[in-house]
C-alpha cells in the first residue's frame, strides 16, 4: 500500500482555505487544519454584541470549515508572538495598519514549525494569485515561500497550476493536473468550485477575516498608539477598539460611549479597569473613560455622554462618574447641544 501523505492546512474560516483544503481531501491526503488567533480576528466579536448584525450567524468560521471538511483543526493562540509582526512589520503596511505580506510569512512559518513537530509533510494556503494585492501578487508570493523557511513544502491548489511544482507534486504525493489555476479578484471559479462541492452558507468571499484591513478599526488603533506615545496594545485593548463609539474631546483623554444594549453589557465587564459615566434618569448609554480626567473633564465628558441618552432634548438629565478608586459622584447636568459636538472628536 501506498503511504499517506499528511498536511497542515491553514484555515481561515473563509471560502479560499476551505476549497483548498477540500482539494487536497479528494486526493486522498490526511489533513487537519490549524488557525492562528492573533485577537483581531473579525470571528464572533461584534456579530455577537450588536443587534444590527443579528442576522449574521453567531459562529467561527474557521471551526465551521472544519466541521464541513470532517477534519481536526488546532486553534493556536500567537497574540502575544504577533506583537511584533503588527508593531515592526519588514514589508509595511497595506492600505490600513494591516501588515498582511509579515502576517502570511509569519503564519506559514509557524505552520512549519508545527509540520515538523508532528511530523506532517507539507502545508496548504488558500492563496490566489493576484488576489490580495499586498500579500498575493505573484512577486510576493515567493516572499513568502523564502522567509517562512517554508520552501517546496508550502503548495497552494487553488493556482498551483500557476506556479512551479513544489515538493508534493514532483514526487507524485499528489496530482498537479488535479489542481486549479485560479487568479485575479474575481470570485466567480471558487463559488463554482464550492458548488460542486456542495458547500453552502459559507462566509462571504469578498469579505476580510482581519479588523486591521478596515479603515475606522485602524484609526482608533494608531489614536491608541499616538495618545500613550508608544507602540502597545493588549488584548482588552484590542477588544475595546471593535465596541462603541470612540470620542477624544482632549489629547488627554478618549470616551468609549455604547450604541445599544448589547454594547452596554459588553462594556460593564471592563468597568473595573476604567472610569464611567452611568446616565441615571433617563436609557442611556455607558461610557468608559480612558485617561486621567479633572473635575471639570468629568463634567463635561457627562455632557456629552448624556447626549447620547434619551434625555438629549431635556434642559438636565441625572448622571453617576465612578472613578478608577471607585469613589462615586451623581449630580444633574444639562446635555451638550449637538451643535458644540466636534466632528473631529470621533475616531
Not at 26 to 42: A, D, L, P, R, S
Not at 198 to 206: K, T, V
Not at 246 to 263: C, M, T
Request: charged letters at 30%; proline letters at 5%; one cysteine or more.
Amino acid at each position: 500500500m501506498s503511504a499517506q501523505y499528511k498536511a497542515i492546512a491553514l484555515i481561515s474560516g473563509g471560502l479560499d482555505s476551505l476549497l483548498a483544503a477540500k482539494l487536497m481531501l479528494e486526493q486522498g491526503i490526511h489533513v487537519e487544519g490549524i488557525n492562528f488567533y492573533t485577537g483581531f480576528c473579525v470571528e464572533g466579536h461584534t456579530h455577537a454584541i450588536r443587534k444590527k448584525d443579528k442576522a449574521k450567524p453567531k459562529r467561527n468560521n474557521a471551526l465551521w470549515s472544519a466541521e464541513q471538511l470532517g477534519i481536526k483543526l488546532h486553534i493556536i493562540d500567537i497574540i502575544d508572538e504577533y506583537k511584533d509582526v503588527l508593531i515592526n512589520p519588514k514589508h509595511g503596511y497595506g492600505a490600513n495598519m494591516n501588515p498582511c505580506l509579515d502576517c502570511k510569512i509569519f503564519m506559514v512559518k509557524k505552520a512549519k514549525q508545527w509540520m515538523q513537530e508532528n511530523d506532517f509533510d507539507f502545508i496548504v494556503s488558500g492563496e490566489v494569485i493576484g488576489q490580495r494585492p499586498m500579500s498575493q501578487r505573484k512577486e510576493l508570493l515567493p516572499v513568502v515561500v523564502r522567509e517562512s523557511g517554508a520552501n517546496d513544502r508550502l503548495l497552494r491548489p487553488l493556482c498551483a497550476k500557476n506556479l512551479a511544482p513544489t515538493l508534493p507534486e514532483r514526487e507524485g504525493w499528489i496530482d498537479r493536473d488535479k489542481l486549479k489555476n485560479f487568479s485575479g479578484r474575481n470570485r466567480k471559479p471558487q463559488m463554482a468550485l464550492a458548488a460542486e462541492f456542495g458547500f453552502e452558507d459559507y462566509a462571504s468571499p469578498a469579505g476580510g477575516c482581519c479588523f486591521l484591513t478596515d479603515k475606522n478599526y485602524s484609526d482608533k488603533l494608531v489614536d491608541l498608539w499616538q495618545a500613550r506615545n508608544r507602540k502597545e496594545y493588549d488584548l482588552d485593548d484590542i477588544m475595546l477598539l471593535k465596541v462603541g463609539r470612540h470620542i477624544r474631546p482632549q489629547a488627554h483623554y478618549k470616551l468609549i460611549v455604547s450604541r445599544e444594549d448589547g454594547e452596554n453589557k459588553f462594556l460593564n465587564g471592563y468597568k473595573k479597569q476604567f472610569a464611567s459615566i452611568e446616565i441615571i434618569s433617563h436609557p442611556g448609554p455607558l461610557t468608559l473613560v480612558d485617561g486621567e480626567l479633572t473635575d471639570n473633564d468629568f463634567i463635561f465628558a457627562s455632557r456629552i455622554a448624556a447626549r447620547f441618552s434619551q434625555g438629549r432634548d431635556t434642559d438636565s438629565v441625572t448622571v453617576k462618574i465612578i472613578r478608577k478608586n471607585g469613589e462615586e459622584q451623581q449630580f444633574d447636568i444639562p446635555p451638550l447641544p449637538v451643535s458644540e459636538i466636534k466632528q473631529e472628536w470621533y475616531i
